[in-house]
């Protein structure tokens, strides 16, 4: 089985999404734009590239991101880090100068993120 390849058109722009044996996401190309995505034994990213600029996630012992770092040729930035309890209750936006809370439901879903003002920043539903 080789890996499989799928192209969505948008107004003018095709994206393509091209996946390896295990259906995980590899690529995604927009017009000229490419970018490409790693991954642990395990399946979780913790690298995502576009041109010379790459995104690296770093998990704790249980698995949970806690920070993501931005790497332009040697040079990593931290973007920004997670203030965890069960869960994520704070991201800490480095690059934004913000903090952005979860709201969570009964299930434990991400329903909504909301800044520090209590303004909404998005919003999130579920099938039932």
């Known amino acids: 089985m080789a890996a499989r390849l799928a192209i969505v058109s948008l107004d003018t722009v095709d994206t393509g999404y091209t996946?390896?044996?295990?259906?995980t996401l590899t690529s995604?190309?927009?017009?000229?734009?490419?970018?490409?995505?790693?991954?642990?034994?395990?399946?979780?990213?913790?690298l995502k590239t576009n041109g010379?600029?790459?995104?690296?996630?770093?998990?704790?012992?249980?698995g949970q991101v806690i920070s993501e770092e931005k790497i332009v040729g040697s040079v990593?930035?931290?973007?920004?880090?997670?203030?965890?309890?069960d869960?994520?209750?704070v991201k800490k936006d480095k690059k934004a100068s913000k903090?952005?809370?979860?709201?969570?439901?009964?299930?434990g879903d991400v329903v909504q993120i909301v800044d520090t003002s209590g303004a909404?920043?998005?919003n999130y539903t579920y099938d039932e």
């Open 52 to 62: 010379n600029t790459q995104t690296q996630v770093n998990y704790n012992f249980q």
């Open 19 to 23: 996946y390896d044996l295990q259906n």
């Open 99 to 107: 903090d952005y809370y979860h709201l969570y439901n009964g299930h």
């Open 28 to 46: 995604v190309t927009q017009g000229a734009s490419a970018t490409s995505f790693k991954y642990y034994a395990d399946g979780m990213r913790y």
């Open 76 to 85: 990593y930035t931290e973007q920004a880090n997670f203030v965890r309890g």
């Open 87 to 89: 869960r994520v209750l």
């Open 120 to 122: 909404v920043v998005n």
